[in-house]
């Protein structure tokens, strides 16, 4: 709203290929305030950059973490490992 943005125009599905670093893409099948759908939508259509992504069966929201702590802290560090060591090699 301060900035003259209007979410209702959004469309991140389009601006994802204008992406420059890797993405790690998590979600919850259970959401029902993004549904998951959008989640796979977006990871399918970010072509341009590398991209990871951790789908939590059954979570909600913001849960993947609580209802998947071992996968989700594996996963993040698997990411940050590989994609943070390049960009700082850079």
Do not use: Q, W
């Amino acid at each position: 709203l301060f900035f003259g943005y209007d979410m209702r125009k959004a469309d991140c599905v389009a601006r994802m290929n204008e992406s420059k670093n890797p993405i790690l893409f998590i979600h919850g099948t259970a959401d029902p305030t993004v549904p998951f759908a959008m989640g796979e939508k977006l990871y399918d259509s970010c072509t341009v950059v590398e991209k990871d992504k951790l789908f939590v069966e059954g979570a909600i929201h913001a849960y993947c973490y609580y209802d998947a702590k071992d996968e989700y802290d594996s996963k993040v560090t698997e990411f940050l490992d590989k994609y943070l060591t390049v960009s700082l090699k850079k």
